[in-house]
Structures are given as structure tokens and as C-alpha cells.
């Protein structure tokens, strides 16, 4: 399954503290073969996205049939997002 980056998503990930960015990595890794592995967010802005934390950032994503895209990453304290 191929992997998408949303707008602004390359310039985000470039900007997290680098055991964020590895650790992400091996989660996106993941989700790319399992894209239905995390939680729905059932609530706020970003509701009917699926979601998993890395080290504090939430990683927002979608998917289809053949693509992941990842849409967000925002600090984990944003609760409401």
C-alpha cells in the first residue's frame, strides 16, 4: 500500500526531535501492510481520522483501498484536535 504525505506534512516530520521521527517511521512502516491497526478518532476536528502516538505527537491519517495518507501531526496535549 502506498504511503501519502498531506500538505505540509514533509516540513512537520523534518521539524520533530529525531527519536519522534524514528519512531514514527517504523509506526507509518506498519500501517502501510495493517492500515486499520489504530483507533478512529470518534471526536473534534479531527474526527474519522485514524490515529497513533508517537512520543507525545499524534499522527493523524486516512485510507482507501491502495493508499495511506497522513494528514496531521500535532502535539499529543492538543486534545480537542
Known amino acids: 500500500m502506498r ?3 498531506g ?3 514533509p516540513e512537520a516530520f523534518q521539524g520533530l526531535p529525531h527519536p519522534v521521527q524514528v519512531k514514527a517511521a517504523r509506526m507509518i512502516s506498519l ?3 495493517y492500515p486499520e491497526m489504530y483507533p478512529v478518532r470518534l ?3 479531527m474526527r474519522g481520522y485514524r490515529y497513533f502516538n508517537a512520543l507525545g505527537y499524534h499522527f493523524y491519517y486516512s ?3 491502495q493508499e495511506v495518507r497522513i494528514a496531521a501531526i500535532l502535539p499529543g496535549r492538543m486534545e480537542h484536535a
Do not use: H, M, N, P
Request: net charge negative.
Open 7 to 9: 500538505e505540509g506534512i
Open 63 to 65: 485510507t482507501s483501498s
Open 3 to 5: 504511503v501519502l504525505l
Open 31 to 33: 500501517i502501510a501492510t
Open 43 to 45: 471526536v473534534g476536528l
